[in-house]
């Protein structure tokens, strides 16, 4: 078991803090730029996209734990793409939510905050607001009350869609490994 552990473990445990801080660093960079340049109320959509980005990511990475792999296993043996790519997802869950659910989710968890700091800080300022605590203590509730909301009903629909959700991953995974012969997650074209 803690051999297991050591090799298996330690290649993901490597690559995904690789992963993870070269996609914040250029998401936070990319949207923070955005943000400050552009006006405040595109700087709020900014925000609502990276928050629904997150909620996305939450609902793939709970979709590929729910389902049923016998459904993809059907697939894959009458020499269906699609359902080979399921497989290989399902098979890899652990990775794939962890990659979909902690990177992505939490990325932008704390993106969001920062785009959201920034807003609070442009508000302040062009608006004269003289108590910020009370301002940046509602902004903050805000952002967590619609991140959690959404992630609280990506999570039902993951539980009642999961199969047409993997379907989905299953279909860009493969569009991505066949036509821009990029490699997703380890598998052969």
Known sequence: MKNVLKTSS???????????????FFIG????KISDSLPVIIAFFILFF???????FDLLGVSVNVVDIRIFHAMAANK???????V????????VSNFCNDVIGDICGIISGAIGSGIIYRLATNLSFT?????????????SSFTIAGKAIGKMIAMESS?????????????????????ILGKKA
């Open 10 to 24: 330690s290649k993901w445990l490597i690559v995904i803090i690789v992963w993870t801080f070269f996609i914040t």
């Open 131 to 143: 108590n910020l605590a009370i301002i940046s203590a509602l902004f903050t509730a805000l952002i």
């Open 80 to 86: 269906n793409e699609q359902g080979k790519y399921a």
């Open 29 to 32: 960079v990319f949207s923070k």
């Open 88 to 95: 290989f997802l399902c098979k890899n869950a652990e990775k």
């Open 163 to 183: 199969r047409d959700i993997v379907l989905f991953m299953s279909k860009f995974i493969q569009f991505f490994q066949e036509r821009l012969k990029i490699n």
């Open 50 to 56: 990276i928050i629904g980005l997150g909620i996305f």
